[in-house]
């Protein structure tokens, strides 16, 4: 059973960084893509940014381009999104996501979420 947890989410002043964590468990972590999406008050869930299982083909939407950076560790099953240069815009719950391949499509596959606020 895919299992995956979030965490590292938290309040933070504009302008400041967080390390989100997604634990994984369940699957052949190193064969398979992992992104990370967001979902704003009232909004859709959208695309933040994505990998290959090797760490390559990385995706990034062009709202943080510059400022989140994707990671993973394939020893410790887990997967990172390093946020820097926060802004309020940013504010959202952070979903951790397994897919076949990256891209901006998700697979079926989320987590619980955790949520990052960014205050003025």
């Known amino acids: 059973q895919v299992h995956l947890v979030e965490s590292g989410g938290g309040l933070v002043q504009a302008g400041g960084s967080l390390r989100l964590s997604c634990a994984a468990s369940?699957?052949?972590?190193?064969?398979?893509?992992m992104g990370w999406f967001r979902q704003a008050p009232e909004k859709e869930r959208e695309f933040v940014a994505a990998?290959?299982?090797?760490?390559?083909?990385?995706f990034i939407a062009d709202s943080v381009e510059g400022r989140f950076t994707i990671s993973r560790d394939n020893a410790e099953n887990t997967v990172y999104l390093q946020m820097n240069s926060l802004k309020p815009e940013d504010t959202a719950v952070y979903y951790c996501?397994?897919?076949?391949?990256?891209?901006?499509?998700?697979?079926?596959?989320w987590g619980q979420g955790t949520q990052v606020t960014v205050s003025l």
């Open positions: 996501n397994v897919a076949s391949r990256p891209g901006i499509y998700p697979g079926d596959y």
């Open positions: 990998m290959g299982w090797d760490g390559g083909r990385i």
């Open positions: 369940g699957f052949t972590f190193n064969t398979y893509a």
